[in-house]
């Protein structure tokens, strides 16, 4: 049996926060250069780009010296580089740190801000944002809340700890409560839970549901509602499909306020529109703490526009 190999340190410092990319050659492989072998696999990057990296010298290996392009293709090797930073217009919205010590870091992160570095959200991240502010370039996610989700979310300080405190998601021992406001139907019958597959395609927006072994688990109450047709609800998943809540919300035909894809997915609203926010807030996150055995209980401090104030929530 063959033993795993070890992955170099990087050689390349964080750039604003952000690793730097790292790529293993395949054991095998056909390509005689390491420039044929990442022209082909970062062929989306556009015609002549990797050809420019190595002409700047910016793919280094795990001594830190430039990569030649020539270089004869070596197999399990490991190359660094720094991708070009897509032009970002900032979130305009606090971070609040709710908890700090050795081991975590816990978080009320601000709706359109997302939580690691991912497509054309880098810099403007949540992970990307505490590791410059806190000056803790080894901060890592245990979850993940979606971009337009607001709320409570966990990092750990440590890397040799991080898979300790993302089993507790994995293994469900982490209790989560969020806060949602919708249209409130009368004739709903809840509480109730909702149990159905959901599948989320990669390049499709929405998830959908389908028949099949229940994957996502949803508790669905009214905590209150008011004479102008608002509901608040309480949501406690028991599982973490992408986008569970609001599909559930959705199929009981009471879909969140501000929501782009459920029911309908919307035209994409432009850059730096920060108006309407999902009506979606992870509010409390507890469990017990996987290295300390000290018991957690955070609650978010915010409060969702929609429901204090709802003339300005919809621009009226």
Do not use: C
Request: no cysteine.
């Amino acid at each position: 049996m063959s033993r795993k190999q070890r992955v170099p340190p990087s050689p390349l410092p964080q750039r604003q926060g952000v690793d730097p990319v790292r790529v293993r050659f395949p054991v095998e492989g056909s390509w005689a250069t390491a420039r044929d072998y990442l022209a082909e696999r970062l062929s989306a990057a556009g015609a002549g780009v990797v050809d420019a990296m190595f002409e700047a010298g910016r793919i280094v290996g795990a001594d830190g010296r430039a990569v030649a392009p020539d270089a004869a293709y070596e197999p399990g090797m490991f190359v660094w580089f720094h991708r070009e930073l897509p032009d970002e217009i900032p979130v305009p919205f606090p971070l609040e740190v709710v908890h700090r010590d050795e081991h975590i870091v816990v978080v009320d992160k601000p709706h359109f801000l997302a939580t690691t570095p991912r497509g054309s959200h880098v810099t403007e991240t949540v992970l990307a944002r505490l590791r410059r502010e806190l000056g803790i370039p080894a901060l890592g996610a245990a979850h993940r809340l979606d971009r337009l989700t607001a709320g409570l979310v966990l990092f750990t300080v440590r890397p040799e700890e991080r898979g300790a405190y993302q089993s507790l998601f994995r293994d469900k021992l982490v209790h989560k409560e969020y806060e949602a406001i919708a249209r409130h139907a009368p004739g709903l019958d809840l509480p109730r839970t909702l149990r159905s597959r959901i599948v989320k395609v990669r390049g499709v927006l929405a998830a959908y549901e389908v028949e099949g072994e229940p994957n996502a688990v949803s508790r669905i109450e009214l905590a209150e509602h008011r004479a102008d047709g608002l509901g608040r609800y309480r949501l406690t998943p028991s599982t973490g499909q992408t986008h569970q809540l609001r599909v559930h919300m959705n199929r009981l035909g009471t879909p969140i306020l501000g929501d782009p894809l459920y029911p309908v997915v919307t035209d994409a609203v432009p850059a730096g529109d920060f108006r309407r926010p999902l009506q979606l807030l992870a509010r409390t996150l507890a469990f017990t703490d996987p290295v300390t055995g000290a018991q957690h209980r955070f609650r978010s401090g915010r409060t969702l526009e929609a429901w204090t104030s709802y003339d300005d929530w919809a621009g009226r």
